[in-house]
């Protein structure tokens, strides 16, 4: 077991495993990995902190409701999912093919090999009376405990006492059988992160999330009244968010996050089928009419190009069906035209929201403002400066037709 990971750990025993009375759920639960089932505590050591990680933290949950654990080839990704799972296999493919096309539009960009970590003076978890954004689907978590010194590379595994290095993290996804594991679900995040105690009040009126700490996604299979949906795409949706999170942070802006995992959704499944914040019905022709819906928008602005302010400024929490499908056109534009760029931009976007996103305190401590987004002034700089001057311009067009 990973030391630094007890307190989430009892955190989550507490409320439900005490029929396993004192039994270590590492030594309970399996997993399985490359053909092979391991108990958790004896996973491969090169698979390196994060799998084993992402084991303890929810063996116990997994062994309360039985579910099964799968781990992806390259311990990457966890997939939790019903012992009685008969699209196991096809889901396992979907990630696979997720990670495989992430990995190709969004290659890890240059890094130098610096973390913070509890001796660099990384920022305590905000108290519980603090206020933050309430969001059930997920988005941008209530704090970031990033610094900025660079120190020798090292790892911090508990969740409030620093941070993993970006493409470190093992995501977790969790396809839920119905509502009554959700809500079990929800309760234990809530117990897990204090800043998630708020959001687990109003998350099980949702059907599925995305958070960063700890870096988990799920989705409701068989919820009741669910038409237009498809769980394929949301295997692959919520993976491509998983995955974009784990590598840039979720200090990105909204419409990039969504947009490229609305991208990948398209280009792997050939429609749209996950619509976060969407409480409206959903027709059939809006799962494939993306790019015919653009190109009516746009056919005649070539003299009026797309404006920042009609995307740049969207918060999480609401749909809005017009911003949707330019940001999903604006991901597509970039890795067409301009293929790797995309990393660099957001990388860029990365480093400048720890810049950026410090309020000094005046004693030499400081703290991060939970709803921060970057600007859109700031934003558009930094387009122009990795895609071009004339890079709205350009979309438009392409838009167009």
């Not at 008969?86 to 890890?108: H, M, N, S, Y």
């Not at 958070?211 to 989705?219: F, G, I, R």
């Not at 200090?251 to 914040?277: D, M, N, T």
Request: glycine share 8%; charged share 25%; aromatic share 10%.
């Amino acid at each position: 077991m990973i030391p630094a990971l007890c307190a989430l750990t009892l955190a989550l025993a507490a409320g439900t495993v005490a029929h396993l009375d004192d039994a270590d759920p590492m030594e309970a639960v399996r997993v399985r990995w490359q053909g092979k089932s391991y108990k958790g505590s004896e996973l491969p050591e090169e698979l390196g902190p994060g799998p084993p990680a992402a084991v303890e933290a929810w063996a116990a949950w997994t062994l309360e409701r039985g579910y099964q654990l799968h781990l992806v080839p390259d311990g990457r990704l966890l997939l939790v999912s019903p012992k009685k799972n008969g699209k196991l296999k096809r889901q396992l493919a979907l990630i696979a093919q997720t990670q495989e096309l992430f990995d190709e539009l969004v290659p890890e960009p240059e890094r130098e090999e610096v973390v913070v970590a509890e001796e660099a003076g990384a920022e305590p978890e905000p108290a519980e009376s603090d206020e933050l954004p309430e969001d059930p689907e997920g988005g941008p978590v209530g704090w970031q405990p990033e610094g900025l010194e660079p120190v020798p590379f090292t790892y911090s595994y508990e969740w409030g006492a620093g941070t993993w290095p970006p493409d470190t993290e093992t995501c977790v996804l969790f396809v839920v059988h119905d509502e009554e594991d959700y809500g079990s679900l929800v309760d234990a995040l809530g117990e897990m992160q204090d800043y998630l105690k708020d959001w687990a009040k109003t998350g099980k009126q949702n059907t599925g999330f995305v958070h960063e700490h700890p870096l988990v996604a799920a989705y409701i299979e068989n919820a009741s009244g669910q038409e237009e949906w498809d769980p394929d795409n949301e295997v692959v949706h919520r993976t491509a968010q998983m995955l974009f999170v784990r590598r840039f942070s979720s200090q990105q802006p909204y419409w990039l996050a969504q947009g490229f995992s609305w991208h990948v959704e398209y280009a792997i499944r050939k429609a749209i089928y996950c619509f976060p914040y969407r409480d409206e019905f959903v027709f059939a022709v809006e799962h494939t009419a993306w790019g015919t819906e653009l190109k009516n928008a746009f056919s005649d602005r070539k003299k009026d190009p797309l404006r920042l302010e009609e995307f740049a400024g969207w918060k999480r929490g609401k749909y809005d069906g017009r911003i949707a499908k330019i940001s999903w056109g604006l991901v597509g534009h970039m890795t067409e035209h301009h293929p790797g760029e995309l990393s660099r931009f957001a990388e860029a976007l990365r480093l400048f929201a720890l810049e950026d996103n410090r309020i000094e305190m005046g004693d030499g401590s400081w703290e991060r403002d939970p709803d921060y987004v970057v600007s859109i002034e700031n934003q558009g700089k930094l387009l122009s400066e990795h895609f071009g001057e004339e890079f709205l311009s350009e979309a438009t067009k392409a838009f167009g037709k």
